[in-house]
């Protein structure tokens, strides 16, 4: 089996891996890496949960080729906090119960992520536009949408 | 000091008691972990050396296995071990049988014949998931298709192909007496011949996928130490450690189980199918190896919520009272009974639903057909029967034209209520709930069902058995496989008014076993339940029973309007001259005040011999 080199920004480390043959993204993070943030729900890109974001877009690494990482930035879940200092998705998430199971989390949290660095100050419509790929089945989505509405500031069911 | 009292004790320092937690959000304690991508779920452990497993599986609902040729998969490049069913030590399971219910019927790998779309017949063992996903196909199965059933109630009929050979009826016998489990509570002949209307309707559920995002599957790898460690997804873990101890006829010690962080479950996580398979795997190999269903095979072999058919006949009065309700069920547990026959027993001890009905009787059935094996799934058992119960109360409601809140109020159990099967209710709210969306709902109701609670006008003459009508329809023995009707009361071979109870057997009423089980006499009205089932205050050939004949009414059909709380019912001093009920033992229980409570004759740190218990749950195989 032939492995192609692949070099990119991880969290803002750089990188630089074996990808074996039609491995994705995923894969590698995961087995390649060692970053384990981003989880494998379907392999088919209808779940979310393995989302990540490459150069400021979400993107699903299960449907994602390794080797396109190449010379890309991409961040995860992983790189999301400040050593100790969570980001203020990830302090709303726990405050406003967004998870239960938490396996779709990661995927939640780098959705949201990419709309915030776009958009600051989201509407409750484009906060459910962007996670509309993400599937959560513990039902949780209202408090999701509440966290990241909190998370940028604006005021959520329970405040507002 | 009871159990509570002894939690309250223990995590004093945890949390008090005033717990006004409803309408806000709170931490959890594991939240951290899942917001930075560190909550170790069993995928997010990893092995130098991993291989993978993959399971060659059956395309056909219904074949018997004529051979299964493996060579061309072994000489596949990556390919480490394939995995036949002759390598599994002890290739026969019930999941139950960890606590002695049910015949092992279900193998890990399938030689013989498959009765599901996607029963396992080998498993691949390979460098990576690719090349295993590609010996896998390489696997050449000859099969001999078989006719395939996948109806319930088609699958009880005589020319049905036999499913499941462990169950030649295609049905769970219970208890190896009967084919259903049965309840009987009243004579619903007479509470229907009493009836003003008779509401007849027929409720389906198809199976519902749990869909976890994480899907099923476990790590396992040999330790240093002669065991095999397992990281799984299982909702069950000590289920599935005894599970995978039993089908590997390997002592539990040398198994060392790590789970809990568990990415979704819904109850689909309790089969234990992924660990015997994975640690079989490692103990082949001598190394790591993970199985790992993808997305397809949760959906497609994922053990879902099984189909359930029911159908209800109501007997209602004129004014909305139900007088008498009748369940036939069918279960639709798939190939193998997994978790079926236990749901069933649920649902079961549930019917009729949050009403007191004075008759009752209920058939449910068991039904094995070729379709994935059905298992847990958040209520299992209750949640289809109470579908099909709350679509029926609103049928009745139309058939008699009343408000359905109101009916359902009219007919809701109070504290104290003898539920049919023979627990006296507690704690009961439907009342109170009913009120509550009503208001909520801007849905008016009279004022006297406002009024109503159900902490009064339940007990009394509610709180007692009555003379049950039984029958022996589905015994064991005597129905082989014969198309005779499964309506209860339908075709009965032989029918006679007995005591209350089964099988002759007086039914002791909710003996006290801990203390913090006695009922408390300030909520129920009285201190205890009738000990027993009260003997019949008239002689056992008059063909109604006592309540009934004093007043008008059936008894718990009272009507609740400005009763009071129900004096304590006095025990009736049985005359000696008075015919005594089939089972003459009601006069010194019911002298008896309380049976005293249940204490072991040791206690159970020193390792109390509990029947019934398997010897791969208990420390006994411990070497």
């Known amino acids: ?160 | 000091m009871s159990s509570v009292e002894f939690r309250k004790d223990l995590f004093a320092d945890e949390r008090d008691d005033n717990l006004q937690e409803i309408g806000k959000p709170t931490r959890r304690q594991d939240i951290l972990g899942h917001v930075t991508g560190r909550s170790p779920y069993y995928d997010d452990h990893l092995f130098d050396g991993l291989l993978h497993m993959r399971c060659v599986r059956s395309p056909h609902h219904h074949a018997r296995i004529r051979s299964i040729d493996t060579s061309q998969a072994e000489r596949m490049p990556g390919v480490v071990r394939v995995v036949l069913a002759r390598d599994v030590p002890n290739n026969l399971n019930t999941l139950l049988s960890l606590i002695n219910f049910g015949k092992d019927e279900e193998k890990l790998i399938q030689d013989t014949k498959v009765a599901y779309a996607g029963e396992p017949v080998a498993a691949i063992i390979a460098e990576t998931e690719g090349q295993a996903r590609e010996a896998c196909a390489a696997v050449r199965v000859d099969y001999e298709v078989l006719p395939h059933v996948l109806d319930p109630e088609a699958s009880l009929k005589p020319d049905a192909p036999v499913v499941n050979e462990v169950y030649p009826n295609n049905t769970f016998d219970y208890h190896d007496l009967y084919d259903h489990q049965k309840l009987r509570f009243g004579d619903v002949e007479k509470g229907f011949s009493e009836a003003d209307h008779i509401v007849e309707g027929e409720y389906q559920m198809s199976p519902i996928e749990q869909a976890p995002i994480e899907t099923c599957g476990a790590i396992a790898a040999p330790e240093t130490n002669d065991r095999f460690v397992c990281y799984t997804s299982t909702q069950a873990l000590f289920f599935s450690l005894g599970t995978t101890a039993k089908l590997l006829n390997m002592p539990s010690s040398r198994l060392h189980f790590v789970g809990g962080t568990v990415g979704g479950g819904f109850g689909g996580k309790v089969d234990s199918i992924v660990e015997p398979l994975s640690v079989l795997g490692a103990v082949l190999t001598g190394r790591p190896v993970k199985f790992m269903w993808d997305r397809a095979e949760e959906m497609q072999v994922g053990a879902p919520r099984g189909a359930e058919r029911w159908r209800i006949k109501d007997g209602v009065a004129r004014d909305g009272r139900i007088l008498a309700r009748t369940f036939t069920g069918f279960f639709d547990a798939g190939a193998y009974t997994r978790l079926s026959s236990y749901a069933i027993i649920k649902c079961t001890g549930h019917i009729p639903g949050p009403y007191s009905i004075p008759n009752v009787a209920s058939n449910v059935y068991c039904v094995f057909t070729n379709r994935t094996p059905a298992t847990a799934m958040r209520g299992f058992g209750i949640t289809g029967v109470d579908f099909a119960i709350e679509c029926h109360v609103d049928k009745v409601a139309e058939t008699v034209g009343l408000n359905p809140i109101e009916l359902r109020i009219l007919n809701a159990y109070r504290d104290g209520d003898m539920k049919p099967h023979r627990r006296l209710a507690k704690n009961t709210a439907l009342i109170e709930c009913c009120q509550v969306a009503s208001q909520k709902s801007g849905w008016a109701i009279s004022a006297d069902a406002a009024r109503q609670s159900s902490l009064t006008g339940g007990g009394g003459t509610r709180a007692v058995i009555p003379e049950s009508i039984t029958d022996s329809v589905g015994r064991i023995g005597e129905r082989r496989r014969a198309d005779v009707p499964t309506e209860p009361g339908a075709g009965a071979p032989s029918r006679g008014r007995v005591a209350a109870g089964t099988q002759g057997i007086p039914i002791v009423a909710a003996a006290p076993q801990d203390e913090d089980m006695i009922t408390d006499p300030a909520r129920m009205g009285f201190r205890h339940a009738p000990a027993v089932s009260q003997p019949p205050r008239t002689a056992p050939s008059v063909p109604v029973p006592p309540v009934a004949a004093a007043s008008a009414a059936p008894p718990s059909a009272a009507p609740p309007a400005g009763q009071q709380s129900a004096p304590p019912p006095q025990p009736v001093a049985p005359q000696p001259s008075a015919p005594q009920p089939a089972a003459p033992q009601a006069p010194t229980a019911a002298s008896d005040p309380a049976p005293a409570p249940y204490k072991p004759e040791q206690p159970f740190s020193r390792g109390v011999k509990r029947p019934g218990v398997s010897r791969f749950l208990s420390g006994s195989r411990r070497r």
């Open chain 1, 1 to 160: 089996m032939t492995k192609k080199p692949v070099q990119f920004q991880l969290n803002g480390s750089p990188v630089a891996v074996f990808a074996d043959e039609g491995q994705n993204l995923l894969d590698l993070l995961r087995r390649g890496v060692g970053d384990l943030s981003p989880k494998y729900g379907c392999g088919q890109g209808t779940c979310g949960s393995c989302t990540v974001i490459i150069d400021g877009e979400p993107r699903l690494s299960c449907l994602t080729l390794a080797e396109t990482a190449e010379g890309q930035h991409v961040e995860t879940t992983n790189g999301l906090s400040n050593g100790p200092d969570l980001h203020a998705l990830q302090e709303a998430f726990m405050e406003n119960f967004a998870a239960q199971c938490g396996y779709c989390t990661p995927g939640m949290l780098m959705a949201a992520k990419a709309l915030l660095d776009r958009t600051p100050r989201p509407s409750r419509e484009e906060i459910v536009e962007a996670i509309s790929g993400n599937i959560c089945r513990c039902t949780g989505y209202e408090p999701i949408i509440d966290a990241i509405l909190a998370a940028s500031g604006q005021p959520t069911r329970r405040t507002g």
